[in-house]
């Protein structure tokens, strides 16, 4: 069964501080992405990564970074957080790309920051 | 305007009910349509995922897309407590567009013993 696994659960940080976000998946999967999640807007993409070393931007990438230097990690970077970037922060993977191969999801990190 | 509209509910149902959860969509060229099931502290997963018009149908989940009419559902028959949670609607324009799905916002469903 396909695990993606991201390292804190919870995190509280102060507005200016840098932040990571880790996730790491274990099915040898080729492609990662980060999601935000609020109420009422739904998921949306900030960046996604098809092989290691390389990123591209999603919908909303302004204010992140991302990192793959190893096929199964993927991490996600705030370089000054900001209060506007409270929110909930879901990583997910899949093998390819394709409607029908679908994206497996961590749990998802709760960052709030004040 | 949103892509993709969802009402955000809760949607509250007594055990046993038939739900129908619904999603309206703006992008004709949509072709790919799936629902999520997201519980309380989870990762949202993939229950159900269709091609085009149509109804497709899994043991208690069936899934209907309405193209015409830009407009999907997913209807759960003899719900359960177990089926409780956020469900997402999520939709992309092709095979080769990836994963760049576009949500809808979800809705949340209580079904009450």
């Known amino acids: 069964d396909v695990k993606v696994t991201q390292s804190s659960r919870y995190l509280v940080k102060r507005t200016g501080e840098k932040v990571f976000l880790e996730c790491v998946q274990d099915?040898?999967?080729?492609?990662m992405f980060w999601y935000r999640q609020d109420p009422g807007l739904g998921l949306r993409l900030i960046y996604f990564s098809y092989d290691v070393k390389m990123k591209e931007k999603g919908d909303i990438p302004e204010g992140y970074s991302v990192s793959r230097e190893k096929k199964e990690r993927f991490s996600l970077i705030l370089e000054s957080a900001s209060t506007n970037q409270t929110s909930m922060y879901l990583c997910a993977s899949t093998p390819q790309q394709g409607g029908n191969s679908p994206l497996h999801f961590g749990n998802g990190t709760r960052l709030t920051v004040t | 305007q949103k892509e993709v509209e969802q009402d955000p509910g809760p949607l509250s149902v007594p055990e046993g009910a038939i739900v129908s959860l619904n999603c309206t969509y703006s992008n004709s060229a949509f072709q790919y349509f799936m629902w999520y099931r997201q519980y309380s502290r989870k990762g949202p997963e993939l229950l159900m995922y269709t091609y085009s018009s149509g109804n497709k149908e899994d043991g208690r989940f069936t899934a209907q897309v309405d193209k015409s009419s830009k407009y999907i559902s997913l209807f759960i028959r003899d719900s359960q407590p177990s089926d409780s949670a956020t469900y997402l609607c999520?939709?992309?324009?092709?095979?080769?567009?990836?994963?760049?799905?576009?949500f809808g916002g979800g809705t949340r469903l209580m079904v009450k013993p």
């Open positions: 099915m040898d999967h080729e492609n």
């Open positions: 999520a939709m992309t324009l092709s095979l080769n567009a990836g994963n760049m799905l576009t």
